[in-house]
């Protein structure tokens, strides 16, 4: 009888350590993908306060924008000079989101940073 009555507990324990290992690779994809994004921020120029969010969203502006066209360039040269750039801001248009330009711009700021 005792051998039927620790099989629920088994089970749980078991469940418990999957449930375990999955937080854990959850927390390192996620560190992984943070780390990733900070050193394209880097690589990018900026220079300012590393913001996650609004780097991200820069960053699928970007990626929209070479969707859109389908040009390989378009990607690169979008997120070129942390964002502070001609092609930026034509993307911006061609995707519609000129509505959005005054915040879109204050995180280009924030992420360019300020230079000497």
Not at 69 to 83: L, W
Request: hydrophobic share 40%; net charge neutral.
């Amino acid at each position: 009888m005792e051998l039927l009555e620790t099989v629920p507990n088994l089970i749980q324990m078991a469940l418990f350590r999957v449930l375990v290992c999955l937080l854990v690779i959850a927390v390192s994809v996620n560190e992984a993908a943070h780390s990733l994004q900070k050193r394209s921020f880097v690589q990018l120029g900026c220079m300012g306060l590393f913001d996650r969010s609004k780097f991200t969203r820069l960053a699928t502006i970007c990626e929209d924008c070479f969707e859109l066209y389908r040009e390989p360039d378009i990607h690169t040269h979008c997120m070129s000079n942390c964002f502070k750039n001609n092609y930026f801001s034509k993307c911006v248009d061609a995707l519609l989101l000129t509505n959005e330009q005054e915040e879109l711009d204050n995180s280009v700021r924030q992420l360019y940073g300020r230079r000497k």
